[in-house]
Each structure stands twice: as C-alpha cells, then as structure tokens.
Nanobody, 125 residues
Framework: VQLQASGGGLVQAGGSLRLSCTAS????????MGWFRQPPGKEREFVAA????????YYADSVKGRFTISRDNAKNTVYLQANNLKPEDAAVYYC???????????????????WGQGTQVTVSS
C-alpha cells in the first residue's frame, strides 16, 4: 500500500486543521492506521491510531480531547482532525499502515511497515 498525506499548513494557536492520508492499493480496510509526528529536532512520536473498521481508536495523552482520528474505507482515507492546536503540536505528521499490529503495540513505529511522506504542520503563537 502507498500512502499520501496532505492537509498540513500554517495555523494560529487555537486553530484547527484536518489532515488526510489516502491509500492506494487494495485492502485498505484491512489495515490499522496510525498518525505519528516528528517535531523539529526531536524523535518521531505516536499521535493516534484506529483499527481497521474504526471500532477502536487510541491517542497520545498530549492530544487526547483535542485530536480525533477517523477513517472512510470507501475512500481509502484516514483523517486526523486537530483542534485547539498548540505551538508544541508543530511537526511533520506522518501516516502509517499495517495489517497485523500486535495487541497494545499501536503506538510503536516499528509495528508499521508502510509510511506516507509526511505533511508539515506549523503553529504560530
């Protein structure tokens, strides 16, 4: 599967963005999908993940209550609605996909084999 992330941009603190990640190839609905981000000068970190059917979603504590992950399997797309953005949310955001993610391991980068190219989110204070 190939992933294409989009929707990043410059936003003021307190603003919102919706990131999208569209997959090409078959069987998108079989994949667990995740969002990760890499702030400048820092390591990549987990943001959110959603199971193949959207039945369960998971969030990093730092974004819980502000970000929402969702998916539309008919459109082969996963979304990340980011509200009340803070300067510390500024990063390159990556989407990731994997069919078999071990239980409880959805937040680990090495569980995902497929990655998008990243989309830049900049938050001005």
């Amino acid at each position: 599967v190939q992933l294409q992330a989009s929707g990043g941009g410059l936003v003021q603190a307190g603003g919102s963005l919706r990131l999208s990640c569209t997959a090409s190839g078959r069987a998108f609905s079989s994949y667990m999908m995740g969002w990760f981000r890499q702030p400048p000068g820092k390591e990549r970190e987990f943001v959110a993940a959603i199971t193949w059917n959207g039945g369960s979603s998971y969030y990093a504590d730092s974004v819980k209550g502000r970000f929402t992950i969702s998916r539309d399997n008919a459109k082969n797309t996963v979304y990340l609605q980011a509200n009340n953005l803070k300067p510390e949310d500024a990063a390159v955001y990556y989407c990731a996909a994997e069919i078999h993610v071990r239980d409880g391991m959805y937040n680990l980068m090495h569980e995902y084999d497929y990655w998008g190219q990243g989309t830049q989110v900049t938050v001005s204070s």
